[in-house]
């Protein structure tokens, strides 16, 4: 099989015959045509049919409520003790909504967590994880925080308490692999869901992951959790996939799916990228603590952001947003 890869160009400049990629902001007038058992091969667009381009150039559905034309910022609320990076900051309902409050002037969504999905961390109670997500959503409809909520759960009950308090999206890091009651709790909640890729659990990820091809695999693995998705009544247009920086990921992994993001075009979905504060920007960059790796993580932000990506999700929201608004003026030539 041949994976096709889009090259997004994002110069004011373009050869005749460049098509939009996914209806955006950037272009591409070639593909990197990748296989498992050869070399990797570029091509011009006129090489391809109709059928292969389709997915590659069609706008994407609004998410969400939220155009997918231009770049989308999540904005990460952990509700725990224990998040590599924000845990016990917001764990007190007043200083949670404080942060949403800060981060609603700037971000396009919001998502809440109550379980640190780090390696190693172990798991939490359904209803301590309710306990600790809910009120918090609730609480934020009620304040008249305007961004959609999503809630960060592998876990139907905690879904399904999370959508009658006032969230709209499901962002789900096993790809509604791990409670087999997922599927079904989105499918008729008719809210939107975000498919990440993962291996394993998050006590036993990081031990020794291994992939033929990570990138083509990641792409397999997603393309087969979206036709689940699809069988189980989740339609295309309310789904949108995610490769699952550090989950089940060596650095070269990391760096091998970051530098090839586009390829995930190929599924027809918007694309969401989490990479803020994660490891391997702390290994790359000599920053050992995750506070310490806003730049790297807004470099990478905008790396994804240049492969087409949809939605990125940060902790660090404002730096994200005056980093991204002078990235696409100083791109585009015109203020955002
Ligand atoms: N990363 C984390 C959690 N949820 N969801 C998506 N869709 N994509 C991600 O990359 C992703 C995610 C881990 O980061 P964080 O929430 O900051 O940490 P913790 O799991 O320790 O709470």
């Known amino acids: 099989m041949d994976y096709i890869r889009?090259?997004?160009?994002i110069d004011a400049a373009?050869?005749?015959?460049?098509l939009p990629l996914a209806g955006g902001w950037?272009?591409?007038?070639h593909v990197e045509l990748l296989r498992r058992d050869g070399a990797p091969q570029v091509l011009p667009v006129a090489s391809l049919s109709a059928a292969q381009l389709a997915p590659l150039t069609a706008p994407r559905p609004d998410f969400a409520g939220l155009g997918m034309m231009r770049p989308r910022i999540m904005g990460i609320l952990n509700v725990t003790p224990d998040s590599f990076s924000d845990g016990g900051l917001f764990l007190k309902p007043e200083a949670a909504m404080m942060a949403a409050r800060d981060m609603a002037a700037a971000a396009d969504l919001l998502d809440v967590?109550?379980?640190?999905t780090r390696p190693g961390a172990a798991e939490v109670e359904v209803a301590e994880e309710i306990a600790r997500t809910a009120p918090v959503i609730a609480a934020m409809r009620a304040a008249g925080i305007a961004p959609p909520i999503s809630i960060d759960t592998r876990k139907a009950?905690?879904?399904?308490?999370?959508?009658?308090?006032?969230a709209a999206v499901v962002n789900d890091v096993t790809a509604l692999r791990f409670d087999p009651e997922m599927a079904s709790v989105v499918a008729q909640s008719g809210a939107p869901v975000i498919l990440m890729h993962s291996i394993a659990t998050p006590q036993t990820m990081?031990?020794?992951?291994?992939?033929?091809?990570?990138?083509?695999?990641?792409?397999?693995?997603l393309a087969a959790r979206v036709a689940e998705a699809e069988a189980a009544g989740i339609p295309r247009d309310r789904i949108a996939i995610d490769p699952g920086i550090g989950f089940g990921k060596t650095l070269e992994h990391n760096l091998a799916l970051l530098a090839r993001l586009s390829l995930f075009h190929g599924l027809g979905l918007p694309i969401l990228l989490g990479?803020?504060?994660?490891?391997?920007?702390?290994?790359?960059?000599?920053?050992?603590?995750?506070?310490?790796?806003?730049?790297?993580?807004?470099?990478?932000?905008l790396a994804g952001v240049a492969q087409g990506a949809q939605m990125i999700r940060v902790h660090d929201v404002s730096e994200t947003r005056q980093a991204l608004s002078l990235w696409l003026a100083a791109t585009q030539g015109k203020p955002e």
């Open 157 to 166: 009950e905690v879904a399904r308490r999370a959508l009658q308090a006032g």
């Open 275 to 301: 990479a803020s504060r994660k490891r391997f920007i702390g290994t790359l960059s000599g920053a050992e603590e995750a506070q310490r790796r806003m730049p790297g993580s807004v470099a990478v932000a």
């Open 26 to 29: 950037c272009r591409f007038s």
């Open 14 to 18: 373009a050869p005749d015959g460049a």
């Open 113 to 116: 967590g109550g379980e640190s």
């Open 206 to 221: 990081q031990n020794d992951p291994r992939y033929d091809d990570v990138v083509l695999d990641v792409y397999d693995a």
């Open 6 to 9: 889009p090259i997004p160009i």
